[in-house]
């Protein structure tokens, strides 16, 4: 029997779910993910993007529920700090809180007008300004990780927090054809092609679409 739960939602549409599913599964804990229907108030607030903090996802262990991402991300760490959520050098990690930190509060434009989902794909879309200064700044974020920490992944050889933190960013730039320079691009492939990452993406294109709001032509 699975050592912990992690309540998640739409695999499609869930990028705070897959942040969580993530962090779990770099964190090396045994654990049974349980699917919330989309009619759940939480869920549909995870999903519309109306908090990235409510109830989903939420991770049950040794009698504790942990249900803020970055909350999860630092419970995971204290579990088992050899995992490498958070780098132990210092100034490494207070970096690897800062940029994790800036995903979980910010880029609202970015995440609005690129919602996740990875059934999609829209070429040629036109990503308006209030968009693009998040992208531009995600992209400032991934070069100075990359240069500093020399990759693949965001702070060295092993996926870290803000690797789970922006890989839903992956996903999106994927399914809006967002163009990337030659770091970042060779970054989002690094993710995309994790086998983590492609189990997640097998089992959302199983999955039905239940969500109406999020079911937008572009």
């Not at 045994?30 to 919330?36: A, C, G, I, Q, Y």
């Not at 050899?82 to 207070?94: H, Q, S």
Request: glycine content about 6%; proline content about 6%; some cysteine.
């Amino acid at each position: 029997m699975a050592q912990a739960t992690l309540t998640i939602s739409s695999r499609n549409y869930g990028s705070w779910s897959l942040r969580g599913w993530l962090l779990c599964k770099f964190a090396g804990i045994d654990f049974e993910p349980v699917m919330v229907n989309s009619d759940d108030p939480s869920v549909r607030a995870e999903l519309l993007l109306l908090s990235p903090s409510f109830l989903v996802p939420m991770l049950t262990h040794d009698g504790v529920k942990v249900w803020d991402t970055l909350a999860i991300g630092g419970y995971l760490n204290e579990l088992n700090p050899d995992a490498g959520l958070l780098p132990r050098e210092r100034v490494a990690r207070a970096h690897c809180r800062a940029v994790s930190g800036e995903m979980h509060s910010g880029f609202s434009n970015m995440r609005s007008a690129l919602p996740m989902n990875l059934k999609a794909h829209y070429p040629g879309f036109k990503v308006w300004a209030g968009a693009q200064a998040d992208v531009d700044r995600i992209v400032t974020i991934w070069n100075e990780c990359l240069k500093a920490y020399r990759g693949p992944f965001l702070f060295g050889k092993t996926p870290s927090m803000a690797d789970a933190m922006y890989a839903p960013v992956c996903t999106r730039f994927v399914t809006y054809d967002v163009k990337l320079d030659k770091a970042c691009a060779a970054y989002c492939r690094t993710i995309m092609d994790m086998p983590l990452m492609q189990e997640w993406i097998a089992a959302a294109k199983e999955e039905p679409d239940e969500v109406e709001e999020l079911d937008v032509e572009f």
